[in-house]
């Protein structure tokens, strides 16, 4: 891969997919499980496939435990019944609580149950790569025995770790409460327009029902008046036969 910058790297692209734009990758639609399940993240079984680049923490996570345990990944079941008979679903820490119990307390303990945690908890690269770098050093020239009891005792860089994924995860529920509010300012506003249109319809709606019913009254008194003309007209033409016949007596 010619990089832009003018590196060149070496690398599998047989999964690889650009991703675009400036949005979270994870709201994308990608390739359902785009690789060996054994070694997939619960994200990427589900049926419109939203994941990110922390579904590769994860993979590298199976295979530390893997290469530790020497032998292919063997997890649970994700879905089991419970006593009772009702449903329940494994996490992924439980599902391969035995493949972990082997590492004992080996300080890479922590590292592979930090890339098996949610997709938002997993550390970066980077992290990853600090960690196992600050493992190695401390394994480097020193007596195997010691540096057990150093590594179990002296975990700051898993600690550093630790903290900035509940940093990141901090920033993470401050931006979705962010979203949150926008959203809800944006719906207040959608009903108070909606509310203001409503009062303009009830508004509209009340003077035409007036007016109609301005015209029934109308025409009703119209004809209340024509009936009662047309009776005086016959009464006067009755008053008029009687006076001529009296004239002619």
């Not at 009772?84 to 922590?110: C, I, K, M, Y």
């Not at 010691?146 to 401050?174: C, F, G, N, P, R």
């Not at 931006?175 to 207040?188: C, H, M, P, S």
Request: charged share 30%; hydrophobic share 35%.
């Amino acid at each position: 891969i010619l990089i832009v910058a003018g590196s060149a790297k070496i690398a599998d692209v047989g999964l690889a997919k650009a991703i675009h734009g400036t949005g979270d990758s994870r709201t994308q639609h990608h390739t359902r499980c785009p690789g060996t399940p054994l070694y997939m993240p619960p994200e990427s079984f589900t049926e419109n496939g939203l994941y990110d680049e922390s579904l590769d923490i994860f993979s590298l996570g199976v295979l530390i435990l893997a290469m530790f345990t020497g032998r292919k990944p063997q997890p649970k079941p994700r879905h089991y019944r419970r006593p009772d008979g009702s449903p329940a679903e494994r996490t992924e820490l439980e599902r391969r609580a035995d493949d972990l119990a082997t590492l004992g307390n080996h300080p890479v303990r922590q590292l592979v149950e930090a890339c098996l945690d949610e997709p938002e908890n997993r550390p970066t690269a980077v992290m990853v790569h600090h960690i196992l770098m600050d493992i190695q050093q401390r394994y480097t020239g020193t007596d195997a025995g010691t540096d057990k009891v150093v590594l179990q005792t002296d975990l700051t860089i898993l600690s550093d770790a630790q903290q900035a994924l509940q940093e990141s995860h901090d920033a993470a529920e401050q931006q979705l409460e962010e979203r949150l509010q926008a959203q809800k300012a944006r719906l207040e506003d959608t009903l108070k327009v909606s509310n203001e249109r409503n009062v303009e319809d009830m508004a509209a709606a009340t003077t035409a029902q007036q007016k109609r019913f301005e015209t029934q009254v109308t025409g009703k008194l119209h004809a209340e008046v024509e009936e009662r003309l047309q009776e005086s007209q016959v009464q006067v033409a009755a008053l008029r036969k009687d006076q001529n016949e009296l004239k002619e007596e």
